[in-house]
């Protein structure tokens, strides 16, 4: 077994034994169920009222084709929860530091560049499970809706490429959370840089902030990636929101390495 392989393996152990990143995930995933129930009434009212030619209107006074408005109700119902997960990766992070365990970590991996890139793997791994049981929670939730009128709708292409988008979104915010509090040596200083870069797409819009400094915050290219442009006021496009995930998750770990090699362990 290569040297790569046991300390990804060590970290990911590390990670599942963590009570508190448990207690998160749960109340996540908790919450998901308890806002897609909220608001499965709603969307099962609107399936019902398709019109003949395939118009629904989940929103008031906003009709939309059927198909291309229900794609995007299930990536988006993946989203507004899913931009709560960098913050469990900060948890994740953070907690080394909390609990003084960085010195053994360094002792029994005394390679820091290793020990960066095993610690990614780890967290990726559990990321994309968490992330892939929010898109399995919205993708039960939308069949619930449509399934007297178009199930198969949830088994094409465009279903799977856009869940598959958003478990990539998942992945790539959340390395940067992750790296944002190893840059800072704890949780709660990534936990606040994630909710201060959540909370500038929240309560922004694109014309407010301007379509180009919009873009180049993670919330807003992961509304960028997935979300349908003809029926959003998105600020860029989707090939722009992945570049700029994958760049924030890249620039953040490449800093939290070199914070990493330079400072002790302690």
């Known amino acids: 077994m290569s ?19 448990w207690i998160v995930t749960g109340i996540i995933l908790a919450l998901d169920v308890l806002i897609v129930s909220a608001s499965a009434g709603l969307y099962a009212e609107a399936v019902a009222n398709i019109t003949p030619d395939g118009i629904i209107e989940i929103f008031i006074d906003d009709p939309q084709p ?40 360094v002792l029994a991996i005394p390679r820091r560049g ?6 990614t793997l780890a967290l990726t791994a559990y990321l994309i499970v968490v992330a892939i049981l929010i898109a399995g929670i919205s993708t039960a939730s939308t069949y619930a809706a449509v399934k007297d009128w178009n199930p198969g709708l949830l088994l094409t292409g465009e279903a799977f490429l856009g869940q598959g988008k958003f478990v990539v979104f998942a992945v790539l915010f959340s390395l940067t959370g992750s790296a944002i509090a190893v840059i800072g040596r704890g949780t709660l200083v990534g936990v606040v840089g994630v909710v201060v870069l959540i909370a500038f797409t929240m309560v922004q819009s694109p014309s407010e902030a301007g379509p180009a400094l919009d873009a180049f915050f993670p919330a807003s290219a992961g509304r960028n990636l997935l979300l349908d442009a003809d029926a959003n006021r998105l600020s860029a496009g989707p090939g722009h929101g992945l ?24």
């Open 3 to 21: 040297t790569l392989l046991r300390a990804t393996r060590a970290e990911l152990s590390k990670i599942l034994t963590l009570p508190g990143v």
């Open 66 to 105: 059927a198909n291309a408005a229900i794609l995007d109700m299930l990536v988006a119902s993946s989203l507004q929860i899913g931009v709560f997960l960098p913050i469990v990766a900060a948890m994740m992070a953070g907690q080394e530091f909390r609990a003084h365990q960085l010195g053994p970590t």
């Open 114 to 119: 290793l020990l960066l890139v095993a610690k």
């Open 243 to 266: 570049l700029v995930l994958a760049g924030w998750a890249l620039v953040t770990t490449v800093v939290a390495g070199i914070t990493l090699a330079r400072r002790d362990a302690r």
